[in-house]
Structure formats: C-alpha cells, structure tokens
C-alpha cells in the first residue's frame, strides 16, 4: 500500500492572498432614516439626539445612538420587531461604527417582509 504524504499546509495562490478593501466607518445615517414614511411610522429626536422610530402600530422600533446607547459597550443601532401571542419577537443590534449601509440593508429587508393586516 503507498500512501500519499501531504505537504503540510495549505495551498492557494497569490491572486487568492490578496487583500481586500472593506467598507469601514458609520457612513451616512439618512441611509437608514430615509426608509421611514410619516405615514407610517413616528420619528423622535431625544435630549441625547439619539433617534427613535416606531412603527404606527408599536411593533417595530428602530434607535440610532450617535454616541452608543445608555447601558450597552458601544450598541450604536437597535432594531426589534415586537412579536405576537404565538410567534417571538426578535432584535438585532449593530456597534456604533457599522457602517450605515449595512443597517440600511438590514431595515429594508425587515421592512420589505411586513404586510399589512
């Protein structure tokens, strides 16, 4: 029986090893707040000008802490989708340097999956 020996390591290219460059830095927040309607959702700007956006029907909350919210290590967003008697809510939280792209994406999609009853 032979028995291949592999070589120890891994093996690539230097096409593969090459860096990358990546979105960095919060980026512009009307990216996120430019998807709210006044129809349908109420904007408040608090004493700490953090962001708060609720849905009319209270379910969905949206907060933008500039400087990290009160109480958390650097939570500069905060998304949470209330749930109902038979389905969880959930929430999702992004640092305070996330770029405002990547928010923006993640509102629209839970935006885009809401119906109205």
Same mark, same amino acid.
């Given at each position: 029986?032979? #028995?291949? @020996?592999?070589?120890?390591?891994?093996?690539?290219?230097?096409?593969?090893?090459?860096? @990358?460059?990546?979105?960095?830095?919060?980026?512009?927040?009307?990216?996120?707040?430019?998807?709210?309607?006044?129809?349908?959702?109420?904007? #408040?700007?608090?004493?700490?000008?953090?962001?708060? #956006?609720?849905?009319?029907?209270?379910?969905?909350?949206?907060?933008?802490?500039?400087?990290? *919210?009160?109480?958390?290590?650097?939570?500069?967003?905060?998304?949470?989708?209330?749930?109902?008697?038979?389905? *969880?809510?959930?929430?999702?939280?992004?640092?305070?340097?996330?770029?405002?792209?990547?928010?923006?994406?993640?509102?629209? *999609?839970?935006?885009?999956?809401?119906? *109205?009853?």
């Amino acid at each position: 029986m032979i #028995v291949a @020996h592999a070589s120890p390591g891994f093996s690539t290219t230097v096409e593969a090893l090459r860096l @990358h460059e990546w979105q960095l830095g919060p980026g512009q927040p009307t990216l996120v707040m430019d998807q709210f309607s006044a129809d349908d959702f109420d904007v #408040v700007v608090d004493d700490r000008a953090d962001v708060h #956006v609720n849905s009319k029907d209270g379910r969905f909350y949206l907060g933008w802490f500039p400087l990290g *919210r009160p109480g958390t290590d650097g939570e500069g967003w905060k998304i949470a989708v209330t749930g109902t008697a038979k389905v *969880r809510g959930y929430q999702v939280s992004f640092d305070t340097e996330t770029p405002a792209e990547i928010v923006a994406a993640a509102v629209a *999609r839970v935006l885009a999956t809401s119906q *109205r009853v």
